[in-house]
Nanobody, 124 residues
């Protein structure tokens, strides 16, 4: 089992920044590709960004490209999401997830473990 815990969410004004963290249990973090997803009220869960096991490749949804940055520190078993230039439409519960494969990371199909989510609210 891999347990994931998100932190860093909160309330921020439009144009501001937040940094989310996702801490993983154990020493197997480096075996997994990681991703961030979000779900706004009344909407389907959507892909935000992902990073391969080695960090060699990253993927971003078009809506966040240029504003969000994903990174990972395998030594600390932690993944990060730096969110800049936040917009009200970024308001959602953000979830981190772990996948045993580096493929299909822009979908949720290969993700085996999910965190509980952290709320991000962007005010206008």
């Amino acid at each position: 089992q891999v347990q994931l815990e998100e932190s860093g969410g909160g309330l921020v004004q439009a144009g501001g920044s937040l940094r989310l963290s996702c801490a993983a249990s154990g020493r197997t973090f480096s075996y997994y590709a990681m991703g961030w997803f979000r779900q706004a009220p009344g909407k389907e869960r959507e892909f935000v960004t992902a990073i391969t096991t080695s960090g060699s490749s990253t993927y971003y949804a078009g809506s966040v490209k240029g504003r969000f940055t994903i990174s990972r520190d395998n030594a600390k078993n932690t993944m990060y999401l730096q969110m800049n230039s936040l917009k009200p439409e970024d308001t959602a519960v953000y979830y981190c997830a772990a996948s045993p494969y580096d493929s299909s990371l822009t979908t949720g199909l290969n993700y085996r473990y999910w965190g509980q989510g952290t709320q991000v609210t962007v005010s206008s």
